[in-house]
């Protein structure tokens, strides 16, 4: 009879849970809940203002899967849309893209579902960057974004 850990390593991408169990005093799971400092948008119109990056921390392993991403506006809304831009910057370099958006003051957030769509096989986020932009020139909106991942 095959030991659940050889089937559990086969059959689910190569985690191999003796590993995991037998390190238990430094564990290689490790939850990140990063929030981003105060956003801007850039000047003009449907640019993004400057951008913040969650990067793996230095004392874990060097992936995240992301499980939640929110943004929370304020300031002065016009007659506007103000939307946060994230990248997922990926193992092989390529980059997909997801953005939420408001009309108003709030915290909007992305559904698991919408996150589950974002990932490809056989890569690993390296770091996830925001940023936010408004449809309108000199916008006054601004904006923080919390991610929260598991660094694996």
Known sequence: MENI???????????????????????????????????????????????????????????????????????????????????????DDSTQVFTIGATAIGSPGVSMVDIAGLMKDNTYIQHISVGIQSNISNSEVTATARMIALQV
Do not use: C, H
Request: no cysteine.
């Open 5 to 91: 850990y050889g089937r559990f390593s086969r059959d689910y991408g190569g985690i191999d849970l003796q590993e995991i169990e037998s390190n238990a005093d430094n564990p290689p799971i490790k939850i990140r809940n990063w929030l981003s400092t105060t956003l801007l948008p850039s000047a003009s119109a449907n640019n993004p203002g400057a951008k913040q990056t969650m990067l793996p921390s230095a004392d874990a392993n060097k992936f995240l899967l992301l499980q939640v991403a929110t943004v929370t506006f304020a300031g002065t809304f016009a007659l506007e849309t103000a939307t946060a831009v994230f990248t997922i910057t990926f193992s």
